[in-house]
């Protein structure tokens, strides 16, 4: 096998912003992202929707949004993206305008003082796209699913916000929370394409070094709740289909457990992979659902995340639907996985891992996942003994903590004649 | 100058075409197994047929019981699935190198002989009557599949691939198994693997594996001419509390027709980016739109371009339906200027190598343009791109925009 990409190039900055750059010339192209610890994580209470209304500032209007215009003449793209824990700046586009992006990037997370035109057009556009949101029962079932297992935790608040909050949100707020969180401590610069490592290197740190921490005070981020707030909630939307999540807490990425997580969900209910037990059993046997799927990994992160599954089903169909996700759970915690199950796990999850990380963009994101959560620059060498070493053990000592069939939360988005709670 | 990849191109002697091109940057190949077996080729009242029978081909064959497809995939640390379209159904694995033989294997079992049974054809068909549900509950789903109704009056591309319900619930185990024996041939198929592996070795395999299919008589697609339409056509729905939203849809030519590279520009001037022409106009600032879009589909026969937004509540439809007209006739009266003509063509440039970037992009594209007449029309259409000019632009702006062309379907609140 021939392999074009180097190593890892890693170099940390005074500021504590970490650049990693790795190289692949397999096509001329290029994927930079630049992370900051500025997720809704650190929206202030009764401020939700805060961080992702100050990153859209990034890419829109004046200032930082006029910056962004200068990739386009080069082909190239830029995008922002508000997640629970960071926001991220990503940039692709040909391997030869590398160098000038990363300027970019860093030029942008260092916008500060957005006009107050600029907040009101954000916000209005913030506001449609929670209105169309609102129109979408799967959008709405995952919404109230994280509200009711996490109740006022900012971990159950949505992203964007709502009407309420963002109403709130005044131009101080947002330049307190620029100062504060769109700092180079903790952020990270990735890069993977066909790029000359030194001048790469070189030019984000020229474009970083002069980025300084705020000495305003960062406020403390409350953990979520221990326990999951247990409870059913419906919601009624004259649509076809009922739309239903059911599940509670799940575990944070440092879990020792978190690739037991990995090979459960598989088994379960990886919704890539059709052969799981819930697709076999209600989609495939059963015929009552085109959409049905459970994870455990996806969520986990600094805090724990969910253990949860998700189905879309008529009416008249939902609640074998359910009742079957149910079933399944029950089984999941009874016994462990069989050894067949387990080692077929085991090898999709291996080569998946290889999969995923076929273009730019992956393995930039990746980079910035194996320095963030500390899991060594050489984890995606280490991944495919990490889970081979999971035990049938490991996978039911991990059900038991995340699945309660007997104590979960669910909740139903769906027409009245839905049943469910009948 | 082009960079589309030449691949080793081999035409059994039943009439399947086979391309395979070496990508030796990671341990990965990827199949792409496409049919000529779109909602274009379905009979008139059996919509839904294709995209049913693409569900049927992982309801497993006399070599792969039942889930041993996706089980075997997954053991062996691949993916797969399938797609279907107005134009074909295509089957795409993607595995490490190492397995390039099993996807084959597996194709050429599929294409041989899937026993369809009625027990799982009516398993089949309740899931895709739920995923047919799943789309009447996507408003912008529905706001398409109306403007493409009042657009196209006979051609099938009026059609949802996932069906109408009606013709779902009435199709019969007959119709299947007929469409799978005249669709499923290897005359009517491109077999496309580009990855970390041998071409000699796969076009020999290739050859062996499906080598002894029979050709089949392949169906005439019926003739479908669209008439032309000489006046605007309007259709509002209502869908929820959603924000109001509206979509032109306008008459354009083919993939493969000379003026396609030209279209393909005017798409990405008026809706790639922020610095787009529509974007600017209608969603920076306090502009009237939170997103905007020019989309034109690549397609075997002349089909639709549509320009769709998402209007803040309270905008007027009509007024951004008026604006979107204004937009165009600025593009007809004055050429593009040249910096901006170079942006548009870097973009689309470099929109093309980022889908180099995998080897199922490399065996999607391959065996895609394949269907259309040959791999190589990739090249001609990017070279097509890199010689289009401002008169280009407004030559088909003037040729397939006119107003009297246009088919608008707005999306509306329910009423309280």
């Known amino acids: 096998m021939a392999d074009a990409r180097g190593r890892v190039e890693r170099v940390a900055l005074p500021n504590g912003a970490v650049v990693l750059v790795v190289v692949d010339a397999t096509v001329p192209t290029f994927a930079a992202t630049l992370t900051v610890e500025a997720g809704s994580r650190y929206d202030p209470v009764g401020r939700s929707g805060l961080a992702s209304l100050a990153s859209s500032l990034l890419v829109e209007g004046e200032g930082a949004g006029e910056i962004a215009f200068r990739f386009e003449p080069l082909g190239a793209s830029v995008d922002v993206a508000t997640g629970y824990e960071t926001t991220t700046l990503g940039a692709v586009g040909l391997g030869e305008h590398c160098a000038d992006a990363v300027g970019l990037l860093a030029e942008m997370i260092r916008f500060r003082s957005p006009a107050v035109s600029i907040i009101r057009d954000a916000r209005r556009r913030q506001l449609t796209e929670i209105a169309e949101e609102d129109n979408e029962p799967s959008l709405v079932c995952r919404r109230e699913f994280f509200r009711l297992v996490f109740g006022g935790h900012p971990r159950g608040l949505p992203v964007e916000g709502d009407a309420v909050s963002l109403g709130r949100i005044s131009r101080a707020d947002v330049s307190e929370f620029m100062d504060t969180r769109w700092s180079p401590a903790g952020a990270v610069l990735a890069v993977s394409g066909d790029v000359e490592a030194p001048r790469v290197i070189d030019a984000a740190c020229r474009a970083m070094e002069s980025w300084k921490a705020s000495d305003a005070a960062v406020s403390s981020v409350t953990p979520p709740p221990p326990r999951a707030f247990t409870g059913r909630r419906f919601v009624e939307m004259e649509r076809e289909q009922a739309h239903v999540s ?66 879309a089903a008529s009416p008249d169909h939902v609640e074998q639907a359910v009742a079957g996700i149910v079933d399944e759970m029950r089984k999941m915690r009874s016994e462990p996985p069989t050894s067949h199950e387990l080692e077929s796990a085991v090898a999709y999850l291996s080569g998946r891992h290889a999969l995923d990380r076929e273009t730019n963009d992956a393995r930039a994101a990746a980079l910035v996942r194996m320095e963030r959560y500390g899991l060594g620059l050489d984890y995606g060498d280490r991944y495919a003994s990490l889970v081979r070493a999971v035990t049938r053990g490991d996978v039911l000592a991990l059900a038991r903590r995340v699945i309660d069939p007997d104590d979960y939360s669910i909740v139903a988005v769906g027409p009245a004649s839905t049943g469910l709670f009948d | ?96 190198s190492e397995h390039w033989r099993v996807p084959l294997e597996i194709e050429a079992d599929r294409m041989a002989a899937c026993p369809i049974d009625v ?29 493409d109704r009042l657009a196209l009056e006979r051609h099938p591309y009026r059609h949802p691939v996932v069906g109408l319900r009606e013709d779902i619930e009435r199709m019969t185990f007959g119709d299947l198994r007929a469409f799978y024996e005249s669709h499923y041939v290897p005359n009517n198929a491109v077999l496309a693997v580009a990855g970390d592996i041998d071409e000699d070795q796969v076009v020999a395999e290739a050859g062996r594996l499906f080598g002894t299919i029979e050709a089949g008589a392949l169906a005439p697609i019926p003739s479908h001419a669209e008439p032309p339409q000489t006046s605007p056509r309007h259709a509002e729905i209502q869908h929820g509390a959603a924000p109001p939203q509206a979509v032109l849809a306008y008459h354009t030519p083919s993939a493969t027709h000379d003026d396609a ?75 593009v200027p040249r910096d901006e003509l170079a942006k548009a063509t870097e973009q689309i440039r470099t929109d093309h190598e980022l889908g180099r970037e995998t080897c199922l992009g490399l065996a999607g594209a391959l065996a895609f343009w394949e269907t259309l007449g040959g791999w190589q029309l990739e090249r001609e259409f990017e070279t097509g791109l890199a010689n289009v000019t401002g008169e280009d632009v407004a030559r088909v702006v003037e040729t ?13 609140p329910v009423d309280e």
């Open chain 1, 246 to 311: 059911l599940g509670g807490i799940g575990i944070a990425r440092s879990d020792p457990l978190y690739h037991a997580a990995a090979v459960m969900d598989v088994i379960l209910g990886d919704s890539a992979g059709f052969g799981s037990r819930l697709a076999t059993r209600v989609r495939e046997e059963e015929g009552l659902a085109y959409v049905i799927e459970s994870d455990t990994a996806g969520t986990a992160g600094i805090d724990p995340g969910l253990f949860w599954a998700y189905t």
């Open chain 2, 1 to 96: 100058m082009s960079r589309v990849p030449t691949p080793i191109e081999v035409t059994l002697p039943n009439g399947l075409v086979v391309l395979v091109l070496r990508r030796d940057h990671a341990p990965i190949v990827a199949t792409t197994l496409l049919y000529g077996a779109g909602s274009l080729h379905e009979p008139d009242g059996h919509t839904g047929l294709a995209h049913l029978m693409e569900h049927m081909m992982f309801r497993g064959t006399p070599a792969y019981p039942q889930g041993e497809i996706d089980s075997l995939t997954g053991r062996l640390g691949g993916v797969n699935n399938a797609v279907t379209t107005t134009d074909y159904a295509a089957y795409y694995f993607v595995l490490p």
């Open chain 2, 119 to 147: 027990e799982s054809f009516e398993t089949e068909r309740r899931v895709a009557l739920e995923e047919r549900k799943m789309f009447q509950d996507d408003p912008e789903a529905m706001l398409d599949e109306t403007v």
């Open chain 2, 261 to 335: 590279p030209a279209v393909e520009l005017l798409a990405t001037l008026l809706g790639v980016g922020r610095t787009c022409r529509l974007y600017k106009r209608f969603v920076a600032g306090d502009g009237v739109a939170s997103e905007i879009s020019a989309t034109r589909l690549f397609q075997k026969e002349p089909g639709l371009f549509y320009i769709a937004g998402t209007l803040h509540p309270g905008a007027d439809l009509e007024q951004f339906e008026g604006d979107v007209m204004r937009v165009l006739e600025e593009l007809a009266r004055e050429p």
């Open chain 2, 400 to 412: 397939y925009f006119a107003p009297d062309t246009r088919s608008v379907a707005w999306l509306t």
